[in-house]
């Protein structure tokens, strides 16, 4: 016979709520007429009850407390709990968001310099669905591997061309997303990588200089750093900033992928004195940038402004954006080809970006994703004849060697991590990054919070990540029957989609499906 059992909550909280102050009195009582010892438990008794009392009577901001009292509050202590409680004892190591427990030990053996060699057959799902590599038949043996280099500029014949050694970069994050020891420990271990920090648009890039790595000055569209105080370009406070020995590039950031769209945002809880006079805002008030740069309304106006940033700053100037709508993208494409203004590389954001705040409804449901973003982007430069003219980056949760390298294959010429070097830095992923309580120490000013991040063994570990990567490239590459990273295409890539039925679809049925995903019907 099945036995049932069932907790009546309200008759139980009913009977707490009257039990409380009954137990209080005898306590007392007793502790007058029996022994005075029991008045140490009388005392958090009549604390209890005082407390009980204000949850049914007092307060009237949660209905729960108003109704049942004291034993509601264990619905909150529960709630608050969950995350850590699912995250270490109940989710499997392949569960979590939105980075995965497996994804994560391979970035913190990496970083540690540990051999992040598994055993016993992946954990992840070969459903069809996902993006994998095509190992070639004939290898290449690795001694016959080509150095990899890009230049930053060189369509421009620019003297302060900047050129790349290795296919990565850590990727656009500002002082008040991070706190200073996160922003020094990356620079120091960009510097020991030997690849080039951005700085994201966080004014003044102060903690990014003290370290001496190469940096991707970004500017948002809120111009921290290089502004008027109506929001619009300074050209001196730019070519003042430029001038410095450290910034290698700039980079415009039109649009990102945690929120396309809409500007920027830093809150308030993470708002210093100092961060505010680095980006010129008050305290106590968020930070939100504009949606769009003043001087960017239209395809036309936006290449003159990057034109314009060209002669200003003297340096390869990139564009930085999250692909929307197909339409737009063709048109800024042909403003540049009619003014003969080209950035010097163009970076797409995948929609699954984003290590800042960002509104829900923008991180969950708007731009497109890297992966199809990619082809589509790199098509429609072949399309207008100019993808000799500029460099294609790419961006979006690509924290491993296999990602990357996909990445690289479906048109992008070098990659930006900034997930992965947070992971590397011993990022836990408590998910509290916009409320400056990051339990690590990066994402927060908190100095007793700081205090725990060890600027040089972080630094270390930076380079332990970028060096493990480089590894793995070599690895892959030789698998992959290439002797260069420039070799990559789309053959080396299973797409989702490419087995339909008993047909193998070619690489142009491939890159045409991903263009499908995304095309917008054009209007004459």
Not at 134 to 157: A, C, D, F, N, Q
Not at 229 to 241: H, I, M, P, S, V
Not at 323 to 328: A, F, H, M, Q, V
Not at 487 to 498: F, I
Request: net charge neutral.
């Amino acid at each position: 016979m099945a036995l049932s059992f069932a907790v009546d909550l309200e008759k139980v909280s009913r009977a707490a709520n009257i039990s409380i102050p009954i137990v209080t009195g005898l306590s007392f009582l007793a502790g007058n007429y029996l022994t005075f010892y029991l008045h140490f438990v009388t005392v958090p008794l009549i604390m209890l009850t005082g407390l009980n009392l204000y949850y049914l009577h007092g307060q009237r901001s949660h209905a729960l407390l108003a109704n049942y009292g004291i034993l509601a509050q264990m619905r909150y202590l529960f709630e608050s709990l969950g995350p850590e409680f699912r995250q270490y004892l109940f989710m499997s190591d392949t569960e979590e968001r939105p980075f995965n427990r497996v994804e994560r030990a391979e970035v913190y053996r990496k970083a540690k310099g540990i051999d992040s060699a598994s055993a016993f057959g992946s954990q992840l799902q070969f459903g069809g669905a996902d993006f994998k590599l095509l190992h070639s038949m004939y290898p290449v043996p690795k001694e016959e591997l080509e150095p990899y280099r890009l230049t930053i500029g060189e369509e421009r014949e620019l003297d302060q061309a900047y050129t790349l050694d290795k296919p990565l970069m850590i990727s656009a994050m500002s002082y008040g997303s991070l706190g200073s020891h996160a922003v020094r420990a990356l620079a120091r271990g960009a510097k020991k990588a030997g690849i080039p920090m951005n700085t994201g648009e966080g004014g003044y890039p102060k903690y990014h200089l003290m370290e001496g790595c190469d940096l991707i000055f970004q500017m948002g569209t809120a111009k921290f750093g290089v502004r008027h105080e109506d929001g619009t370009l300074d050209d001196e406070r730019l070519a003042k900033l430029a001038a410095e020995d450290a910034v290698k590039v700039i980079e415009i950031k039109l649009s990102q992928g945690a929120k396309p769209g809409k500007g920027g945002l830093l809150p308030k809880e993470k708002i210093t004195q100092e961060i505010a006079e680095l980006r010129g805002v008050p305290l106590g008030k968020d930070v939100v940038s504009p949606p769009f740069h003043a001087e960017c309304r239209d395809a036309a106006s936006t290449v003159a402004f990057i034109r314009r940033v060209q002669e200003v700053s003297g340096l390869p100037v990139g564009i930085k954006l999250c692909l929307g709508r197909d339409t737009e993208l063709v048109a800024l494409l042909r403003a540049m080809k009619e003014q003969d203004v080209f950035p010097d590389y163009l970076s797409i954001d995948g929609a699954e970006g984003g290590t800042g705040a960002a509104p829900k409804a923008f991180m969950d449901d708007f731009g497109v994703p890297l992966l199809e973003a990619l082809p589509v982007v790199d098509a429609r430069l072949k399309d207008e004849e100019i993808r000799h003219k500029m460099k294609l980056f790419a961006a979006g949760k690509l924290i491993s060697p296999g990602k990357q390298l996909i990445a690289l294959s479906l048109g992008a010429d070098a990659v930006y991590s900034a997930r992965g070097f947070m992971l590397a830095l011993g990022c836990i992923q408590a998910l509290q990054c916009n409320a400056n309580t990051c339990p690590v120490g990066i994402t927060t000013h908190r100095p007793e919070l700081q205090r725990g991040l060890d600027i040089e063994g972080k630094a270390q570990r930076v380079a332990n990540y970028v060096h493990a990567l480089e590894h793995d490239w070599e690895e892959a590459l030789s698998a992959l029957g290439k002797r260069s990273l420039r070799e990559l295409s789309p053959e080396n890539v299973l797409m989702p989609g490419r087995l339909q039925g008993d047909t193998i679809l070619t690489r142009e049925d491939e890159q045409q499906n991903l263009i499908n995903l995304r095309r917008v019907s054009r209007r004459p």
